[in-house]
């Protein structure tokens, strides 16, 4: 009896510190918050359908490599042709979330399909299955494969703009960055690249600092990987010259000081960058985007201008 009262006080002593350091590491910073609400949307993404309008048809797991996430999904009008496609790339702090994560898909694919935009959405694998250089490699085939595609959708491959939101962000910016994987998967030339909130443009910024744990287990400890995964560290002059607009929260403390530092080098090397700093959650930015607001409208004149080249 005496050791079965033990093993109880010992199991709820350890229940009671492991819970400790779960709340410290929520304490300490907002990504690890973000990080945890955005693994609940992808438990919650399947069981919440997004209703599209009946004149907007989908094709589901397209795929472009061998394995099980290396799937895109499309939606389009009938009526499309030679339409510009918006390729979104989803976030989830690199080791979770879904191509169709209601968030990510359903005020974009409502707004701009009926607008005469082709959407997709792209999934890739995860960490710690794979490092965010693979992820962004994945990112670069799923791309290649949308603009030789995008004709049977109604989409002109010459008329594609990247969004990536959160993680995403950071690997769509570290594509467009690169001066070698677009070439290497042949990924042709797109319009314009629209980031949406990402606090690791400059990675090695990021692990010198005081950062959340879970970074170390994305990123590692090798200096020279963090420089070979960090979009301000790739951005030279041999980057596509698509223009960028970069939108942070004014409320996710790392967010634009990180964006403005990019997008003064991006102009500095001649490649158009604009900051778009928005009165929202890092969460808002994400879900609003495609609903009927300023911010919408804002990134839609970004948008226009890009239709214009």
Same mark, same amino acid.
């Given at each position: 009896?005496?050791?079965?009262?033990?093993?109880?006080?010992?199991?709820?002593?350890? +229940?009671?510190?492991?819970?400790?350091?779960?709340?410290?590491? $929520?304490?300490? &910073?907002?990504?690890?918050?973000?990080?945890?609400?955005?693994?609940?949307? @992808?438990?919650?993404?399947?069981?919440?359908?997004?209703?599209?309008? @009946? #004149?907007?048809?989908?094709?589901?797991?397209?795929?472009?490599?061998?394995?099980?996430?290396?799937?895109?999904?499309?939606?389009?009008?009938?009526? &499309?042709?030679?339409?510009?496609?918006?390729?979104?790339?989803?976030?989830?702090?690199?080791?979770?979330?879904?191509? /169709?994560?209601?968030?990510?898909?359903?005020?974009?694919?409502?707004?701009?399909?009926?607008?005469?935009?082709?959407?997709?959405?792209?999934?890739?694998?995860?960490?710690?299955?794979?490092?965010?250089?693979?992820?962004?490699? #994945?990112?670069?085939?799923?791309? @290649? $494969?949308?603009?030789?595609?995008?004709?049977?959708?109604?989409?002109?491959?010459?008329?594609? $703009?990247?969004?990536?939101?959160?993680?995403?962000?950071?690997?769509?910016? &570290?594509?467009?960055?690169?001066?070698?994987?677009?070439?290497?998967? !042949?990924?042709?030339?797109?319009? !314009?690249?629209?980031?949406?909130?990402?606090? /690791?443009?400059?990675?090695?910024?990021?692990?010198?600092?005081?950062?959340?744990?879970?970074?170390?287990?994305?990123?590692?400890?090798?200096?020279?990987?963090?420089?070979? $995964?960090?979009?301000?560290?790739?951005?030279?002059?041999?980057?596509?010259?698509?223009? +960028?607009?970069?939108?942070?929260?004014?409320?996710?403390?790392?967010?634009?000081?990180?964006?403005?530092?990019? @997008?003064?080098? /991006?102009?500095?090397? !001649?490649?158009?960058?604009?900051?778009?700093?928005?009165?929202?959650?890092?969460?808002?930015?994400?879900?609003?985007?495609?609903?009927?607001?300023?911010?919408?409208?804002?990134?839609?004149?970004?948008? &226009?201008?890009?239709?214009?080249?």
């Amino acid at each position: 009896m005496k050791s079965n009262i033990l093993e109880t006080k010992y199991l709820s002593i350890s +229940f009671l510190v492991i819970l400790s350091q779960i709340f410290c590491q $929520v304490s300490e &910073a907002g990504p690890l918050r973000d990080m945890i609400s955005k693994h609940r949307a @992808a438990r919650q993404s399947t069981a919440e359908k997004t209703k599209l309008p @009946a #004149d907007i048809q989908l094709i589901q797991d397209i795929p472009y490599g061998k394995d099980v996430r290396n799937t895109m999904d499309v939606y389009f009008s009938p009526q &499309a042709k030679n339409a510009p496609v918006i390729f979104m790339v989803h976030g989830g702090a690199w080791q979770m979330g879904d191509k /169709a994560g209601k968030a990510v898909i359903e005020n974009k694919v409502k707004r701009w399909v009926p607008q005469g935009y082709v959407f997709v959405s792209t999934n890739y694998r995860l960490v710690p299955e794979v490092d965010p250089l693979t992820q962004v490699t #994945d990112i670069a085939r799923a791309l @290649a $494969v949308a603009q030789k595609n995008a004709s049977s959708w109604g989409g002109d491959p010459s008329r594609f $703009v990247l969004i990536g939101h959160s993680a995403g962000s950071h690997l769509v910016a &570290a594509l467009a960055s690169s001066p070698s994987i677009p070439q290497e998967f !042949g990924v042709k030339p797109w319009l !314009g690249t629209i980031l949406l909130d990402s606090e /690791a443009l400059d990675v090695v910024r990021i692990m010198e600092a005081k950062h959340p744990r879970f970074y170390n287990k994305v990123f590692g400890q090798d200096i020279t990987y963090w420089k070979s $995964v960090s979009p301000f560290h790739l951005l030279t002059v041999t980057a596509t010259k698509a223009q +960028f607009l970069l939108v942070c929260s004014s409320e996710h403390k790392g967010s634009c000081p990180q964006a403005n530092s990019f @997008a003064d080098k /991006a102009s500095r090397l !001649g490649i158009p960058a604009k900051v778009l700093e928005v009165d929202m959650s890092h969460k808002e930015i994400n879900k609003q985007l495609g609903a009927d607001n300023l911010y919408t409208q804002s990134v839609e004149s970004f948008l &226009a201008t890009l239709s214009k080249q």
